[in-house]
């Protein structure tokens, strides 16, 4: 009898429960079956924390298979405080509900879930049945909700300039700053990484949600021989820092020569050959064009009053006769009267490709006198510099070159430098006393047109 009464009293126990449990779910559960079409049926609803929800019935469901699709929403991302909507579809038509398995991370009202902390979210899409579909394996979305972040890009990704004279700046070239995202940019810093490229930049410390600001630049010459950089943006987003490459054209650039009456020194400072007679055959303006070939130490000679160019002249002068500038070449044109005349378009020819290991047709220097042309605007110290295969570090001065030389033909002077001397701290002193151009002084550089003299040890 004892038994029987403990017994007694645990059914009681599991009943009581049991309808607990009916009273707070049976009428939401009865709402869906409406819905779904299915009615006075017993139903029980309850969740296993190792297997996910269960769903239980009592009598008189159908027997047909359903099956639920993988849920999606959009947007693909959920933050705290934002909304996405849920989608998925039932084999058997019948309408879909949804339910957060992490309420405390993510709540869902009908298809909206949104996100209401950080952490990881699970939405769980189910369909219960009806009379004649059985219910249908419920399917679970996990994703995580994170913090709302701005996000940005940069448009375009890169920028190119063209050929520029010294000190002088390019028209600016415009960079779009986008915040994307659905939270305030903070703006640590907007920086240029070379001083060639000027930037203008109005966007300030901070940018809302989902708006842009317009970034400046332009192309400035300094004689630092600079061709390429970056604009980096650090910020709060998630990348930063985010940067636009920048460089200097190196294709189809036309170099335009400024001839003075008498002797100009100039060159070819791009990969393109010409011939003599293609540019300076104009009798009224050239007297004559010369070279000086480096590797036999002996001028090249032509005119354009000789109907041979000057051939036959040439070699009873023991002269070469010139037929072509080659891509580096400096020369000297003696002009009748003032004119500017054009080259061949071409890639610029950089004072690097002067390195003695680099095998380009007329740009190597040979050991003493060397007439050359350059594209990249540099000063001499900045072209000696270039010259070193490893880069000596910036307090060390490499002597790669003996002297290099520079004519001004409305001064009749010569441009001097040695890097010697400038290492000895005397090349002002040493210039003065000779009554040289100082490059620096003058803001004089080696750029496209411009010919010049180097004496390689």
Excluded at 71 to 100: E, K, M, Q
Excluded at 352 to 373: C, H, M, T, Y
Aim: charged share 10%; net charge neutral; glycine share 8%.
């Amino acid at each position: 009898m004892e038994k029987k009464s403990v017994f007694n009293r645990i059914v009681v126990a599991v009943a009581v429960l049991a309808n607990i449990f009916l009273l707070a779910f049976v009428p939401q559960i009865k709402a869906v079956l409406a819905q779904s079409g299915y009615s006075n049926y017993g139903y029980s609803y309850g969740y296993d924390y190792n297997y996910g929800y269960n769903y239980g019935y009592g009598y008189g469901y159908g027997s047909d298979y359903q099956s639920i699709s993988p849920i999606f929403i959009n947007p693909n991302h959920l933050t705290v405080g934002a909304t996405v909507y849920a989608s998925a579809v039932a084999t058997s038509g019948l309408v879909v509900r949804f339910f957060s398995g992490t309420p405390a991370v993510c709540g869902v009202t009908g298809n909206v879930v949104t996100g209401l902390k950080t952490g990881a979210c699970n939405i769980i899409a189910a369909q219960p049945g009806n009379a004649v579909y059985a219910p249908a394996s419920p399917v679970t979305l996990a994703l995580t909700v994170t913090v709302a972040a701005p996000a940005v890009t940069l448009s375009p990704q890169s920028l190119t300039f063209g050929e520029q004279g010294l000190d002088t700046i390019s028209p600016s070239q415009n960079i779009v700053l986008t915040n994307s995202g659905p939270a305030m940019l903070t703006i640590f810093s907007i920086t240029s990484s070379s001083q060639v490229f000027v930037l203008t930049n109005p966007c300030g410390a901070v940018l809302s949600a989902r708006s842009a600001c317009n970034l400046g630049v332009g192309y400035l010459p300094n004689g630092s021989g600079n061709r390429t950089g970056k604009i980096s943006v650090i910020s709060n987003a998630i990348g930063s820092p985010h940067t636009v490459m920048l460089s200097v054209e190196d294709s189809n650039y036309v170099a335009e020569l400024n001839l003075q009456p008498g002797w100009n020194l100039v060159g070819n400072s791009v990969h393109t050959p010409f011939t003599v007679a293609s540019v300076f055959s104009d009798t009224d303006r050239v007297n004559t064009v010369w070279k000086w070939s480096a590797s036999n130490s002996k001028w090249a000679f032509y005119t354009p009053s000789l109907a041979d160019g000057g051939a036959e002249y040439a070699a009873t002068k023991g002269y070469e006769a010139l037929t072509t500038i080659e891509p580096g070449d400096g020369f000297w044109v003696n002009s009748r009267a003032a004119f500017s005349t054009l080259l061949p378009a071409g890639s610029v020819l950089l004072s690097s490709e002067f390195q003695d290991q680099v095998d380009i047709k007329g740009s190597r220097l040979s050991p003493g006198w060397n007439l050359v042309a350059t594209g990249d605007v540099v000063t001499p110290s900045v072209f000696n510099r270039n010259l070193s295969t490893i880069p000596p570090t910036p307090s060390v001065t490499d002597v790669n070159l003996t002297t290099l030389w520079a004519w001004d033909n409305p001064a009749s002077a010569w441009y001097f430098y040695a890097p010697s001397l400038e290492a000895s701290g005397s090349l002002m002193n040493y210039i003065r006393d000779k009554g040289y151009l100082d490059f620096y002084t003058n803001r004089k550089t080696l750029e496209v047109g411009t010919g010049f003299w180097v004496n390689k040890p």
